[in-house]
């Protein structure tokens, strides 16, 4: 079964920055459509950056120019850097997967796999 794990939050001060990791299990995800989402306390989970799979790259308005998502297929891990961050990114940040063509990579419910999430917590 195909299984996600997320890794790499915690609590850091604005204007820091941190590295959240997604391995992902055997599998050729290298043909995976891969994203990062986030749920906000009292908010709705919403679609971060995601990564097609030919490379191509979005990102929400939100954390254009800080956020950056990678995929490195050798080592099946899934990576989100998050620069410059503010208290309103704070959030339980998640990874997903799907195998088939995703056409609104914001929406979650074009992801079939999920991973169980982790705590981003950013302080003023």
């Known amino acids: 079964q195909v299984q996600l794990q997320e890794s790499g939050g915690g609590s850091v001060q604005a204007g820091g920055s941190l590295r959240l990791s997604c391995e992902y299990s055997?599998?050729?995800?290298?043909?995976?459509?891969m994203a990062w989402f986030r749920r906000a306390p009292g908010k709705e989970r919403e679609g971060v950056a995601a990564?097609?799979?030919?490379?191509?790259?979005n990102y929400a308005d939100s954390v254009k120019g800080r956020f950056i998502i990678s995929k490195d297929n050798a080592k099946n891990t899934l990576y989100l850097q998050m620069n410059s961050l503010k208290p309103d990114d704070t959030a339980m940040y998640y990874c997903?997967?799907?195998?088939?063509?995703?056409?609104?990579?914001?929406?979650?419910?074009?992801?079939?796999?999920w991973g169980q999430g982790t705590q981003v917590t950013v302080s003023s």
């Open positions: 997903a997967a799907d195998q088939s063509t995703v056409r609104d990579w914001y929406e979650d419910y074009e992801y079939r796999i």
């Open positions: 055997d599998y050729p995800y290298s043909t995976k459509n």
């Open positions: 990564v097609d799979r030919d490379g191509t790259t």
